[in-house]
C-alpha cells in the first residue's frame, strides 16, 4: 500500500534575500520568499543585471553583410 499523505514542505534559501522561503503550493511566490523578493528580481532581469557570456561570432563577415534598412 501507498501512504497517502503529502509530503512536508521544505524550507528553501530565497534567491534574492538569502532568508528561509517555504517552497510549497501555499506560497505564491515561491522560490521567494515574497512578493518584493520576486518584483527586485524580476527587475534585475528587465535591467539586464543578469547576462549570459557569449563570445562573439567569428563567422559572421561583417564587410558581405547586405545593409540593414530602416522601416518609417
Same mark, same amino acid.
Given at each position: ?12 534559501? !530565497?534567491?534574492? !534575500? ?14 521567494? !520568499?515574497?512578493?518584493? !523578493?520576486? #518584483? ?19 563567422? #559572421? ?9 530602416? #522601416?518609417?
Amino acid at each position: 500500500m501507498t501512504d497517502s499523505k503529502a509530503s512536508p514542505a521544505r524550507t528553501v534559501r !530565497c534567491p534574492a !534575500c538569502g532568508g528561509p522561503s517555504l517552497y510549497a503550493s501555499e506560497n505564491p511566490f515561491r522560490p521567494f !520568499c515574497s512578493q518584493r !523578493c520576486k #518584483l527586485h528580481d524580476l527587475g534585475a532581469w528587465a535591467n539586464e543585471s543578469f547576462r549570459v557570456e557569449a563570445e562573439p561570432d567569428q563567422g #559572421l563577415d561583417t564587410d558581405s553583410a547586405p545593409p540593414q534598412t530602416r #522601416l518609417q
